[in-house]
């Protein structure tokens, strides 16, 4: 119902809401439902909520890729998380469009 409404809020222009359910999302990302949440951040542009998310599957990536949520990842949403999950351990990843940092496990 959730993700539902916030289809609503970005179809009707409702910014505030859009963002302050962006911002919950976050709050409750976890490994069941991070694959899910970016699908639906990427459908609708929201390159914050976005980029949380693809942090989050850095930080997991092995526990991403043994999920369920990768396995409902849309065709579109694939490659980018790949190219995440790859780039684990600190290489700039894309994310819906946009090159994020990723976090370094070495230093150079």
Do not use: W
């Amino acid at each position: 119902m959730l993700l539902e409404v916030l289809g609503l809020a970005n179809q009707y222009g409702f910014v505030e809401l859009q963002s302050a359910m962006s911002e919950y999302l976050k709050a409750v990302l976890n490994i069941h439902n991070v694959c899910l949440i970016f699908d639906i951040a990427s459908m609708y542009g929201l390159r914050s909520l976005c980029d949380t998310c693809c942090l989050y599957m850095d930080h997991s990536a092995s526990d991403v890729l043994q999920s369920e949520g990768f396995l409902a990842l849309s065709l579109v949403c694939i490659p980018v998380v790949l190219v995440v999950l790859v780039g684990h351990g600190g290489t700039l990843a894309l994310c819906d469009g946009f090159l994020i940092k990723t976090h370094t496990l070495f230093n150079h």
